[in-house]
């Protein structure tokens, strides 16, 4: 077997244009099934972020029944044995406490109703960078008296930096809320929706504005692994009272995750296309090595080398080559994967002011998973390996007579 691995070793070297030629052709493959998937997963992974990040983040923690009667009188009281229990799950980054409801906003004659949001402004910017959204102005802080508004709720009530907003609205168990406050900073967000009614305060103002003192209505929540998302939601639940319930963000957004399965599905088919394109592409290399190589193998046929031997020498030059293909094509897919995370395509004009309307950043950057290298370098080298069964075809059925004609 050692001197068959050391005569495959050999052939392949006798012929560099050939043998570099097929590795090539391998190489491309790997970088081009490399560059496709972890597009598609960065892709998908960074809608998700902008998603997430918005407002509602990987998990929430509700009292049970908030998410289907979203009002004050389903709040909770915030505790620190709470999210002490939270924590109990290592993969949980980060905590934020929020009381949310609804209110009339006024200014002058103009009014509008708003999402009124009370924050813990350093543990919400961790989690949703909110302070990165601000356009104008400055960011809040524990105890501000102030709020922050979207860009077009203060369009829409003719509002600037440091004018006065007033709000009215119900409080906790039907109680009177009613506030004058000043605009500390305005804030730009992708959603839309988002956009047009999104005004924020700090908690304790917000718990003092609604008369729900030590109240929330939910507890949002960061993850270091996001892959682990369900095994989380299902791990807090367990630390959880039954009083609480946990909610995933394709449990809240449902529309983006059949999105995103949809477009994952039509991934496949491109993904289907690239492979045999793939396939062609090795395919006619090796069919050219055979075209080559004809007159050789009938020459060593009809001197008495065994058929046999000779396909199994193929087989290992076959292998040998594509495997040194693969794993040249992993090692140069690595830089321009790593490049392309870092420096994402960009969008322009019209079909990136179409990705903002949607709330979505207009770019497409890769995923540095090591997954994806792995996967796409053994899936090429497995339709490599299978191609490299036609060699072995050509040979059982060879005539050295005719393969001695030229």
């Known amino acids: 077997m050692t001197w068959l691995l050391k005569l495959a070793w050999k052939n392949m070297w006798r012929n560099r244009s050939r043998t570099l030629i097929t590795m090539a052709s391998v190489l491309f493959a790997v970088v081009l099934s490399v560059l496709a998937s972890s597009l598609k997963e960065g892709i998908f992974d960074n809608l998700v972020k902008n998603v997430v990040s918005f407002y509602t983040g990987y998990l929430q923690v509700h009292k049970a029944g908030y998410w289907d009667e979203q009002i004050l009188d389903n709040s909770f009281e915030a505790s620190s044995s709470t999210q002490e229990k939270i924590f109990r799950n290592n993969n949980v980054k980060g905590v934020a406490a929020r009381l949310e409801s609804f209110a009339l906003a006024s200014s002058n004659d103009i009014t509008k109703g708003c ?43 003719q509002l600037h930096l440091h004018d006065t907003i007033v709000l009215i609205g119900q409080g906790y168990h039907g109680a009177t809320a009613a506030g004058k406050f000043s605009v500390k900073g305005i804030l730009k967000f992708g959603s839309p929706d988002l ?28 993850l270091y692994n996001t892959k682990a998302l369900q095994l989380t939601a299902t791990s807090i639940r367990s630390n959880l009272d039954k009083e609480f319930e946990v909610m995933t963000w394709e449990e809240m957004i449902p529309d983006i995750k059949q999105h995103i399965q949809t477009d994952s599905n039509n991934m496949k088919y491109v993904l289907g296309v690239l492979y045999m ?14 075209v080559e190589r004809k007159y050789e193998m009938g020459m060593l046929v009809a001197i008495g080398m065994r058929k046999e031997k000779m396909m199994l020498l193929l087989l290992i030059e076959s292998l040998l080559t594509v495997l040194a293909g693969c794993v040249l094509g992993l090692l140069s897919s690595i830089p321009v994967v790593y490049m392309l995370n870092k420096h994402p395509i ?23 998973d090591a997954s994806i290298f792995i996967s796409q370098g053994f899936i090429v080298l497995i339709i490599g390996s299978v191609l490299s069964l036609y060699p072995l075809y050509k040979v059982m059925r060879l005539n050295p007579v005719t393969a001695m004609k030229r």
């Open 115 to 157: 999402l009124v949001v009370g924050i813990d402004p350093e543990n919400e910017d961790r989690i949703t960078a909110l302070k990165q959204k601000l356009i104008g102005g400055d960011y809040l802080s524990a105890n501000d008296r102030s709020v922050l508004i979207a860009e077009g709720l203060s369009n829409r009530l």
């Open 195 to 222: 956009n047009d009614k999104a005004l924020f305060m700090s908690l304790a103002t917000a718990q003092d504005f609604y008369s729900a003192e030590g109240m929330v209505t939910s507890y949002v929540l960061s």
């Open 277 to 290: 394109l793939i396939c062609f592409g090795v395919f006619s290399t090796l069919l050219m090595m055979m």
């Open 346 to 368: 960009r969008m322009g004009g019209e079909a990136a002011k179409a990705y903002e309307r949607f709330g979505f950043e207009a770019i497409f950057p890769t995923s540095t």
